[in-house]
C-alpha cells in the first residue's frame, strides 16, 4: 500500500497430501502487507546556519519497508559520506551550499531531500589602501567594502583620538581637508546573527586607514619643557610639531651661544626629534631650540632653558682630629664648598644641631654668587658665647664629634672633626655615699671623665696608705672605660663588717689635674629628700612635675609621694579680677603615689585652679624630708564660642554676643580678602579687647572702620603695628568670622563662630542667645505638656471614679428590696467614718465618701431634698414624741444580729425591724427620716455613729388607711458603726 492505493495479487497453488495426512490438511488464505518506498527527512533544520568555525552536523532519517541499508550524501553530484549524520569540522564560508540525502530500498523509487547550509560570519571589512595621501583643500573620497553573513545593519566611520568625529555609510568623504584631518580612520561594520540552537550575537569587523595631507610642520614642543639635570647625569630632549607634516620632517635642534640669540644663530646642533645628553656639566646649561622642516617649509619654534645643578661640593674641609686643651681661647672650624643651587649649611655636634640660643657658640655664613649661578659658600663655626668662662674659652664638655652638612636640591655634603679637650677629672657618679648592711658585699663606685687617662687610687679615712686588692679577697679594685673617655673604678669590699664603714677616699689624676672626691660607706636607711622640684608640663587636668632623687638610703625600690593642695593664685591676665569664679583653698595635702616615676604626673586635677606641690621620698627604713614647694595653675580646658554674631556691611558695625564667663578675653575677626595671592584666604581684621561679665552675657559692638588685615610673621603677634589695609573686593560677598582667644596667649583660642550679615542682625546679638532661647522655648513646651497630661490624668480617673460609683450603686440597688417610695432621685450615699468594723457588703461606699468627709453636716442637712435633720423630736400633728423613741422603734433591735460586721445592707434584720416599727396614732402619716449623731458608748461603750431621726407629719387620708412616705437612706438604716 503507497499513497492510499492498494495492489492486489492473485496466487494460486496445488497441493497433494498423502492419505494419512487428509483428515489433517486445510487450505488458509491470508493477505500480506505492501512494501513502501523510502521517505527521506534532513535537519535539524532546513536551512541551517551555523558560524563559521564552528561545527555543522548535518542529519538524514529514512522511512521506508523494507529498510535501506544505508544513505547517500551528496554535493553537487558528489558522493562525500554514507552515514546517516554528516559532520563538517570547522565549517567555512566555501562549506556552504545545498547537501542532498537520498535512500534506495530496492522498489525502483530512490526518496531524496536537499538541505541548505547557510554558513554565518562576522563582517569582513577592506579598505583598497591602508595610506591615503591628499594635498591640503582637496577632496577625499575612500570606500569601505564590506562582506558578511547576514549583511551589515550599520557601517560607520570614526577618526582615533578625535571621540567626536562619526561618519555613517561606507563611503567616506572629506571636502576641502586640511592638515587636522589627517590621521588614522577606522570603517566599522556590525551584523547580528542567530546559529542554530544559539542566541542572537552581535559581530563587529573593522579596517583602518590613514589619511595623510601634505603639509608643513607646525608649533614645535620640547619635552620636558623645563628640564632640569644633575652635574654628571643625563638628559633626553625629544621634539614633536602639531600638526606633525607630511612628508615626515626633520627636526633640527639650535643652542644659543653664550651672548647669542636665535635669529642670529645659523649653527645646527643636531637633527632627530631627541637630543641626548649623556654626562650633564655646567657647560650643558643653556638655551635650546628645535623646529620641524620638511619640502613644504618649517613650523613655528620650540625653546627651552635647561638647568644643570651641582651638589654642594667641599672646597675646604676641617680636620678629622683636632686636641685642644681646656681654657684654650677663640677656637673656630671651617667648612667651604659650592653647589647650585645654593646650599644651606648646618652644624651639628654628636648627631644634634648646633643653635646660639644657648650662649656656646656663634656661626658665620658668607655666600658668593659664580658663574652659570654656582654660589660658594664658606661657614665658620666659632666657639663663643656668653655662657663661656671669658666668653671664648673651651670647657671639658666641648669634646665630640662636630659635622658640617651642606644641603641644596640635588644632594647633601657633610665633613665631621673629632674634637678632644685635654682637661682633669671630672666626677659623674651622683651620689657621694653608699649604704650596705653587715656581711653584705659592697661596691663603691668613682666615675669621672678625663683626657689623658688618669690613674685611680682608694683611701680609707685618714689614712694615706693606699688600698689594694688583699690576699683574703677582702678588697677587689677594677677599672673599666667606655673609650668616650669615661673611666669607672669599683671597689669592691667582700662581707662588709663594722670597721669597714666610713670615708673613702678615691683619688684620681692625670697629666693636666688631680681630684681627691670622697666617698661614704654607711648603713642602709632612709632616703634623701628630693631637690629641685620643677614643672614639666601643665594641662587642663594634670600637672606634670620633675626633680632630682636624693640619696635612696641604699634601698632600689625607694618610692615617690606627691603631696598638693589647693591655694588661690591671682591670675588677672587670664581671669578678671572681680569675676563670680573664685578658686578654691585647701588647707589639706593630698598626696599621689608617683611609684618611681621621675617625672610624674599628678591627675587628675580641676581646670584653673592653682595647687601647690612638694615631693618625698619613701622606703622600708623611712620618709625622707619633703622637696622645695613649687606652685602652679592648671589651664583652661576651653575657650568658649560666642553666643550670635552680626556683621552690618554697610556700617561696617560688628556686634557681638558673649556668654557669662570670667576669662580675660578677646575676639579676633578674621574676613575672606587677597594678600599677595590670587586666591581669596581668610585674614585677621582686628583684635577687640572684651570686657566679660562673670554674671550674665556681654554684648560689644565695634565698628571695623578700616577693614585691617593683620600680618604674622610668628604666628603669636597680634599687635597693632602688625596690621595693614586690605581692600575687599566688592565682587565677593561679605564673609566675617570671629574667634575667642586668652589676652595672655593669643595662640589659646577656641572654634570660630561666623556672623549672620545684615544691618537687623547687629541689634539681633544684643537679645537672648540662640541657644538660650531654644532652651527656655524648649523647657516651656515640656512643662506645658507635662501640666495637660496631669489633667488628662486626673479627669479620666475622675470620670472612671464616677462611673464606678455609678456601677456599684446599681448593683447594690438592684438587690436591695423596696421599702419606701418611689423618688426621683436616689438617696445620697453615706459616708462612714474611717474606723471600726467594716462592712463588707459596703466596702465600695468609700470610693467617693473620702473627698466630701469635711462636708458631712452640711450634706446631712440638705442633700438633694431628702430633708436630712439634725433635730431630736419627731412632729406629729400636735404630737411630739421623743427621739429616742423613734430611735429605738426602729433600729435597737436590729444592731449587729445579723453578722460580725453589720449584715448586709439588705439584710433581713434590718428590713424586718423597719417593718415592725408600730405606726403613728392617728389618721395618714407621712414619715421623714433623717440621721444624727449617736454615741458609740451606747452601742458599743465608745466612739460614735449615725443613727436614724424621723420627723412625722400628718395629713387627712380620704381612706384612713394611714401610708408612710419615708426619707430613707438605706444605708443610714443599717446597723454599722464606723469609727
Known amino acids: 500500500m503507497r499513497h492510499g492505493l492498494a495492489s492486489v495479487t492473485t496466487n494460486r497453488s496445488s497441493f497433494t497430501a498423502a492419505p494419512s495426512f487428509a483428515s489433517a490438511v486445510s487450505c488458509v488464505r491470508s493477505r500480506k502487507k505492501a512494501s513502501d518506498y523510502p521517505r527521506v527527512k534532513v535537519g535539524p533544520e532546513n536551512p541551517l546556519r551555523v558560524e563559521r568555525d564552528s561545527t555543522a552536523l548535518l542529519e538524514c532519517a529514512v522511512d521506508s519497508k523494507p529498510k535501506v541499508p544505508n544513505v547517500r550524501w551528496t554535493r553537487n553530484g558528489r558522493l562525500i559520506s554514507s552515514s546517516p549524520t554528516h559532520p563538517i569540522q570547522r565549517v567555512s564560508v566555501q562549506d556552504a551550499g545545498n547537501y542532498a540525502c537520498s535512500a534506495d530500498n530496492g522498489l525502483g523509487k530512490v526518496g531524496e531531500q536537499i538541505i541548505t547550509l547557510d554558513v554565518l560570519y562576522a563582517p569582513i571589512v577592506v ?34 583620538g578625535s571621540p567626536d568625529f562619526r561618519y555613517t555609510g561606507d563611503i567616506l568623504q572629506l571636502r576641502g581637508v586640511k592638515a587636522e584631518h589627517a590621521g588614522r580612520y577606522v570603517c566599522r561594520a556590525v551584523n547580528m546573527m542567530k546559529p542554530y540552537n544559539g542566541k542572537i550575537v552581535e559581530r563587529v569587523g573593522n579596517s583602518t586607514v590613514a589619511l595623510l595631507v601634505r603639509h608643513r610642520p607646525g608649533q614645535a614642543y620640547i ?18 610639531a602639531n600638526p606633525p607634516g607630511w612628508p615626515v620632517p626633520q627636526f633640527r635642534w639650535f643652542k644659543d651661544a653664550v651672548g647669542e640669540t636665535l635669529s642670529s644663530s645659523k649653527t645646527i646642533l643636531a637633527q632627530g626629534s631627541q637630543y641626548v645628553i649623556p654626562r650633564a656639566h655646567l657647560g650643558s646649561e643653556g638655551i635650546y631650540h628645535c623646529h620641524a622642516v620638511n619640502e613644504l617649509g618649517h613650523g613655528p619654534t620650540a625653546t627651552i632653558n635647561l638647568e644643570v645643578h651641582q651638589p654642594p661640593q667641599f672646597i675646604g674641609k676641617m680636620q678629622q682630629h683636632m686636641t685642644k686643651r681646656v681654657g684654650d681661647t677663640d677656637f673656630s672650624a671651617t667648612c667651604h664648598a659650592k653647589g647650585k643651587p645654593r646650599p644651606m649649611v648646618r652644624w651639628l655636634k654628636d648627631g644634634r644641631d648646633i643653635t646660639t640660643d644657648a650662649n656656646m657658640y656663634r656661626i658665620s655664613t658668607n655666600n658668593n654668587d659664580g658663574l652659570s649661578g654656582m654660589v660658594t659658600v664658606q661657614s665658620t663655626l666659632l666657639f663663643q658665647g656668653k655662657a663661656r668662662p671669658h666668653k671664648n674659652q673651651l670647657l671639658p664638655s666641648d669634646r665630640g664629634t662636630y659635622t658640617c652638612l651642606f644641603e641644596n636640591e640635588v644632594s647633601t655634603a657633610n665633613a665631621s672633626m673629632n674634637l678632644r679637650i685635654e682637661h682633669g677629672p671630672i666626677v659623674l657618679h651622683q651620689y657621694n655615699k653608699v649604704a650596705y648592711e653587715i656581711n653584705e658585699n659592697a661596691a663603691v663606685m668613682c666615675r669621672v671623665q678625663a683626657y689623658p687617662k688618669p690613674e685611680f687610687q682608694w683611701q680609707l679615712g685618714t689614712n694615706t696608705a693606699a688600698l689594694s686588692m688583699s690576699s683574703d679577697g677582702h678588697y677587689e679594685i677594677n677599672t673599666t672605660t667606655d673609650n668616650n673617655d669615661i673611666y669607672t673604678s669599683v671597689l669592691r669590699i667582700n662581707r662588709v663588717k663594722h670597721e669597714d664603714y666610713g670615708d673613702y677616699t678615691c683619688r684620681v689624676g692625670n697629666s693636666i689635674e688631680t681630684i681627691r672626691a670622697p666617698i661614704r660607706l654607711q648603713p642602709k636607711g632612709p632616703p634623701e629628700k628630693p631637690t629641685n622640684l620643677g614643672v614639666a608640663d601643665v594641662g587642663s587636668n594634670y600637672v606634670s612635675l620633675v626633680w632630682d632623687p636624693g640619696f635612696d638610703g641604699g634601698i632600689t625600690n625607694t618610692k615617690f609621694f606627691v603631696s598638693y593642695r589647693k591655694v588661690a593664685i591671682p591670675h588677672h591676665d587670664q581671669v578678671k579680677e572681680d569675676c563670680g569664679i573664685v578658686q578654691q583653698v585647701s588647707s589639706e595635702w593630698m598626696e599621689y603615689d608617683c611609684q618611681r ?13 592653682s595647687y601647690v606641690f612638694k615631693v618625698k621620698a619613701i622606703n622600708s627604713k623611712g620618709n625622707s624630708e619633703p622637696s622645695n614647694e613649687v606652685a ?26 558673649i556668654g557669662a564667663t570670667c576669662l580675660a578675653l578677646i575676639a579676633v ?6 594678600h599677595e595671592s590670587p586666591i581669596a584666604t581668610w585674614q585677621v581684621v582686628q583684635s577687640i579687647p572684651l570686657s566679660v561679665s562673670g554674671n550674665g552675657p556681654t554684648y560689644k559692638e565695634q565698628v571695623l572702620e578700616n577693614m585691617y588685615s593683620a600680618r604674622r610673621s610668628s604666628g603669636r603677634s597680634m599687635a597693632s603695628d602688625d596690621d595693614f589695609p586690605m581692600a575687599l573686593e566688592e565682587e565677593i560677598p561679605p564673609k566675617v568670622r570671629v574667634k575667642l582667644c586668652l589676652k595672655s596667649s593669643h595662640e589659646y583660642c577656641g572654634d570660630y563662630m561666623d556672623a549672620e550679615i545684615g544691618p537687623a542682625l547687629i541689634h539681633d546679638s544684643a537679645f537672648i542667645a540662640t541657644p538660650t532661647l531654644i532652651a ?43 421599702i419606701v417610695a418611689q423618688q426621683s432621685q436616689a438617696p445620697p450615699p453615706y459616708y462612714p467614718t474611717t474606723t471600726g468594723l467594716d462592712n463588707k457588703a459596703l466596702e465600695h461606699s468609700m470610693d467617693l465618701a473620702l473627698a466630701l468627709e469635711d462636708q458631712k453636716t452640711s450634706v446631712y442637712a440638705t442633700h438633694n431634698g431628702y430633708g436630712y435633720h439634725t433635730g431630736t423630736s419627731i412632729q406629729v400633728a400636735g404630737h411630739s414624741l421623743p427621739n429616742n423613741e423613734w430611735v429605738t422603734m426602729g433600729y435597737t433591735e436590729n444592731s449587729y444580729t445579723n453578722s460580725n460586721n453589720g449584715g448586709s445592707v439588705n439584710s433581713q434584720d434590718s428590713i424586718w425591724q423597719l417593718k415592725g416599727a408600730p405606726p403613728p396614732p392617728g389618721g395618714s402619716t407621712t414619715m421623714a427620716i433623717g440621721m444624727q449623731p449617736l454615741s458609740m458608748a451606747s452601742l458599743h461603750g465608745g466612739g460614735s455613729a449615725y443613727a436614724t431621726t424621723t ?3 400628718t395629713a387627712a387620708a380620704g381612706s384612713g388607711t394611714p401610708g408612710l412616705a419615708y426619707g430613707y437612706d438605706p444605708i443610714a438604716t443599717h446597723s454599722n458603726v464606723y469609727g
Open 776 to 818: 527656655i522655648v524648649v523647657s516651656c513646651v515640656v512643662f506645658a505638656l507635662f501640666v495637660g497630661l496631669m489633667l488628662m490624668f486626673c479627669r479620666c480617673k475622675r470620670n472612671q471614679t464616677k462611673k464606678t460609683n455609678q456601677t456599684k450603686d446599681y448593683e447594690m440597688d438592684s438587690v436591695r428590696p423596696s
Open 127 to 160: 579598505i583598497e589602501s591602508k595610506t591615503w595621501e591628499a594635498e591640503e583643500g582637496s577632496t577625499v573620497t575612500i570606500r569601505c567594502n564590506v562582506t558578511s553573513n547576514p549583511p551589515p545593519i550599520s557601517i560607520e566611520w570614526f577618526k582615533e
Open 632 to 657: 602652679t595653675t592648671t589651664k583652661i580646658s576651653k575657650i568658649p564660642v560666642p553666643l550670635h554674631v552680626g556683621f552690618d556691611p554697610d556700617t561696617k558695625q560688628l556686634g557681638l554676643n
Open 223 to 240: 619635552n620636558p619643557s623645563k628640564p632640569v639635570v644633575h652635574v654628571g647625569n643625563g638628559v633626553t630632549l625629544t621634539c614633536s
Open 951 to 953: 420627723t412625722t407629719t
Open 597 to 609: 616615676d621621675v617625672p610624674c604626673s599628678v591627675t587628675p586635677l580641676d581646670q584653673y585652679q
Open 669 to 674: 575677626v578674621e574676613t575672606i580678602g587677597f
